[in-house]
């Protein structure tokens, strides 16, 4: 198992920025490098002989990942800037508002009490 661990984490650090950031495309004159939120985490496991009289054994392990696309990096006419991903912008937005609206509604009350 520990193997196992040991290669998924090369595999994992061998990937690195390249999760991150896209290879860069030409498209109409601009080049376009995508650009992402990842993450990823690993567990495994292990067992042993169980309790007096009791065989045991034990195993496991998992792991997973994700990637948000937060935007493109582009290059036209020798200017580089950011241009953001509107849908992931707004799936990131809605719950940080709400969680703000919500924080900031028991503050009022708090201080009308």
């Known amino acids: 198992m520990a193997h196992l661990t ?3 984490a090369d595999t994992v650090t061998q990937v ?11 498209l109409g004159g601009a080049t376009i490098m995508p650009v992402a939120c990842a993450s990823y985490g690993f ?3 292990e067992g042993d002989a169980g ?3 009791a065989s045991g054994e034990g195993s496991g392990g998992g792991g997973g ?3 948000i696309p937060v935007g493109a990096y ?7 800037r950011f241009e953001p991903n509107l ?3 707004i799936a990131v937005a809605v719950p940080f508002v709400c969680v703000a609206g ?6 009022i009350r708090a201080l009308k009490k």
């Not at 690195?16 to 030409?26: F, I, L, M, N, R």
């Not at 582009?74 to 580089?80: E, L, N, P």
């Not at 919500?102 to 503050?107: E, G, K, T, W």
């Open 6 to 8: 040991k290669q998924i």
């Open 16 to 26: 690195g920025v390249h999760a991150a950031y896209g290879d860069p495309v030409e």
């Open 43 to 45: 567990g495994a496991g």
């Open 51 to 53: 309790a007096e009289g």
């Open 65 to 67: 990942g994700f990637a």
């Open 74 to 80: 582009v290059s036209r006419d020798g200017a580089t």
């Open 87 to 89: 849908i992931a912008l």
């Open 102 to 107: 919500r924080a900031l509604a028991r503050i």
